[in-house]
């Protein structure tokens, strides 16, 4: 008789097989800033109703958005915004066929990740 | 009549069926973010945590509001795509796939209508 199992075939992307490099790591990240800001839009929509809503309801939630657990997530979201924008700004560069190299790519990957914690304390600076 | 081949109606098309659309969106949504994000970002941060009043007079100027309005539309979109990819690349089996693509597709929608609204709302309300 045929076997009609499933083969046992190796599956992509052999995850196993990577060396973890700057390159990778951005990658993950960039999907993981992208999918958190999910939530951060969804608390940003809730906060605007809530100003349009009522002066109580709104004092409620803008409560709870710099409560110490608001703030935590606010600031998360801030960096993720920045991360997400100069990692954003080399994938529009590689689009262009422009940093592909593995050095430069390096580089830019080391740039974005610098930039991403500096603009969120420029952002702090400017609005407190 | 008609003097399209039937190869015209599916050249370029692809396995998805709308081409390159969903990957030239993704990109000028990403571009359009670059201002409207940071233009966003500086007047929030201001309002956040102050009182109503204040957090009202922020956004009944016309151009805060005119941006949020524009970050809440082009930014949910830009999350759509992405999300959807998400959805694309890990939930293989047929149901939960189509039911998250649905679900995705409108909710974005929807938090865009909200939030646009509520901006209207207070920019509107003198």
């Not at chain 1, 196993?16 to 990658?27: A, E, L, Q, T």
């Not at chain 1, 991403?116 to 304390?121: I, T």
Request: charged fraction near 10%; aromatic fraction near 12%; charge should be positive.
């Amino acid at each position: 008789m045929a076997d009609t199992g499933q083969p046992n075939r190796p599956l992509s992307p052999h995850l196993s097989v990577y060396r973890n490099d700057i390159g990778m790591m951005m990658s993950i990240v960039h999907r993981l800033t992208g999918v958190g800001m999910a939530v951060t839009g969804m608390l940003l929509v809730w906060w605007f109703l809530a100003a349009a809503i009522s002066p109580g309801y709104f004092l409620f939630v803008d409560g709870l958005l710099t409560s110490w657990v608001g703030t935590l997530v606010l600031l998360v979201s801030l960096w993720a915004f920045w991360y997400h924008f100069f990692n954003g700004v080399r994938h529009l560069r590689w689009d262009l066929v422009k940093g592909l190299g593995i050095g430069e790519s390096n580089r830019s990957g080391l740039y974005a990740l610098v930039l991403s914690v500096l603009l969120p304390v420029f952002c702090i600076y400017m609005t407190l | 009549m008609s003097f399209k081949t039937d190869y015209k109606a599916v050249a370029g098309l692809g396995s998805a069926k709308d081409g390159t659309g969903h990957f030239i969106s993704q990109r000028l949504t990403a571009i359009a973010l670059m201002p409207l994000g940071v233009l966003f970002l500086i007047p929030f941060m201001k309002a956040l945590g102050s009182d109503h009043e204040a957090v009202l007079a922020t956004y009944q100027n016309p151009f805060h509001a005119l941006i949020a309005i524009g970050f809440f539309i082009v930014g949910f979109r830009h999350l759509r795509l992405g999300l959807q990819v998400v959805i694309e690349d890990y939930v293989h089996a047929e149901r939960p796939r189509m039911i998250y693509m649905i679900l995705n597709a409108l909710a974005w929608r929807g938090f865009a209508v909200a939030g646009a609204f509520a901006v209207a709302k207070i920019a509107l309300t003198a």
